[in-house]
């Protein structure tokens, strides 16, 4: 565990695995931190250097003041690379990960080896959604809205089976800074990926769940229809796929990656 210093904010991280091996970045979804991905860390350090950061305003990174941009999210994943020295990696992100990962491909290409968008849209809702919900928070702190996202994260089958994942869930939500939380909801909320799909020039997968009301498989049907080099996965799972389905997550990404 590690701060860097960069120009635009401190971002904290975490390297596991050999130093021999090529990159393999994580990228959280809203509202969790880099221990959202603690079920692949097994499997991917066999193969990969995995790096795993707390997004801006999350976790222990800086929380800036302000509304942030996905533009300016992914300015601090490429600050973090020149920071370590990594040229090029692979990139794998989780809905607002995924569209992190999205702008990078389209925009900084020559950084990507390949790309896994999880989880994710080009856009995400409608602004009022997304008002509502900062105007909830703003009102009524994280408390309110983590009972809602937690039913729509997970499945009802794999809340009532796996009582500790969500609990574990439940409290990475529960614990997000506030103020961080809503500046991302910002980006989440202003991203608009479409124009710039077709530019996303590296090989990718987009991966789904069968059962995420979020970023439902339509979604993904439709980055996979119009980002060029893609294909398509999916799991059975709500939104946080990697957790619910973590072995058919784990065993898709790394066909993918290792091909």
Known sequence: MAIAALPNAQIH???????????????NSLGTTLEMWDSQLGDFTKHFR??????????????????????????DVLQLLDHLQFDRVYF??????????????AHSAQRLRKLVLCNTA????TAETWNARIQAVQSGGMKAVAGGVIERWYTESFRNQHTLETEVTR????????????????????????????????????LTGTYDPVTPPSEAQFLVSHIPASRYAEVSAAHLSNIEARDDFNQHVLKFLLA
């Open 13 to 27: 991280y975490e390297l596991r695995g050999p130093e021999n091996l090529p990159v393999l970045v994580f990228s």
């Open 50 to 75: 995995v790096l795993r950061y707390d997004t801006r305003g999350h976790g222990r990174s800086e929380i800036k003041p302000g509304d942030y941009t996905i533009a300016e999210l992914a300015a």
């Open 92 to 105: 794998c992100g989780l809905s607002m990960g995924g569209a992190i990962g999205i702008y990078l491909g």
């Open 122 to 125: 080009a856009k995400f809702g």
């Open 171 to 206: 409290t990475m939500l529960g614990n997000a800074n506030p103020r961080g939380y809503l500046s991302c909801c910002a980006a989440v909320r202003d991203v608009d990926a479409r124009s710039y799909l077709a530019n996303v020039s590296v090989s990718s997968l987009v």
